[in-house]
């Protein structure tokens, strides 16, 4: 199984500021990386898809970047309604995996 | 509009089976893999397994003995079967869209659409 570690698993940061969760897989997925947001008692909700490609909707404050192993998602100026739990996914091989999860706060 | 609705069984005792049906509505049924994923009270992400129009599946191995997933598509539905459930099984269950039947790297072949979940509870 391709093993998926995001890091932090935690996140406190205030309204503005600019924050990455970084996502590694092990081994090497190409391109093959999603991530999520999930808010409480809702179902996850698609973000980026192949490592940088912002889903439709999505705001322009959200990137993604990286391939082969490491990853990242970045907001560029949080918002109030960016305080959630962001997932990555890696959908090179079954069974597909993610990672951990990181808990985004407000400080 | 594409749209799941899934619905099934939400309080099961141990050594149970779980049963649950998600409905597809609006768009083309037989180009995705359709997939089962699960998230225990608090914790992350577990993805069950897929099927596609053909029935073709895959499964996650550390749940494959117990687990099977069906397609009808004269209804455009899945169900998932879980036999011989614990209170480790306790969890939300959603369906959910995709990958892509014919592969790839695009927007089809992420989880973009989810069925809005369903809690099951297993307890004595």
């Known amino acids: 199984d391709i093993q998926m570690t995001q890091s932090p698993s935690s996140l406190s940061a205030s309204v503005g500021d600019r924050v990455t969760i970084t996502c590694r897989a092990s081994p090497s997925i190409s391109s093959y990386l999603n991530w999520y947001q999930q808010k409480p008692g809702k179902a996850p909700k698609l973000l980026i898809y192949?490592?940088?490609s912002l889903q439709s909707g999505v705001p322009s404050r959200f990137s993604g970047s990286g391939s082969g192993t490491d990853f990242s998602l970045t907001i560029s100026s949080l918002q109030p309604e960016d305080f959630a739990t962001y997932y990555c996914q890696q959908s090179y091989s079954t069974p597909i995996t993610f990672g951990q999860g990181t808990r985004l706060e407000i400080k | 509009q594409v749209q799941l609705q899934q619905w099934g069984a939400g309080l099961l005792k141990p050594s149970e089976t779980l049963s649950l049906t998600c409905a597809v509505y609006?768009?083309?049924?037989?180009?995705?893999?359709w997939s089962w994923i699960r998230q225990p009270p608090g914790k992350g992400l577990e993805w069950i397994g897929e099927?596609?129009?053909?029935?073709?599946?895959h499964y996650n191995p550390s749940l494959k003995s117990r687990v099977t997933i069906s397609v009808d598509t004269s209804k455009n539905q899945l169900s998932l079967k879980l036999s011989s459930v614990t209170a480790a099984d306790t969890a939300v269950y959603y369906c959910?869209?995709?990958?892509?039947?014919?592969?790839?790297?695009?927007?089809?072949?992420?989880?973009?659409?989810w069925g809005q979940g369903t809690m099951v509870t297993v307890s004595s």
């Open positions: 192949a490592a940088s």
């Open positions: 959910a869209r995709g990958p892509s039947d014919s592969g790839g790297n695009s927007y089809d072949d992420a989880f973009a659409l």
């Open positions: 099927i596609n129009y053909s029935g073709s599946t």
């Open positions: 609006g768009g083309s049924f037989s180009d995705y893999y």
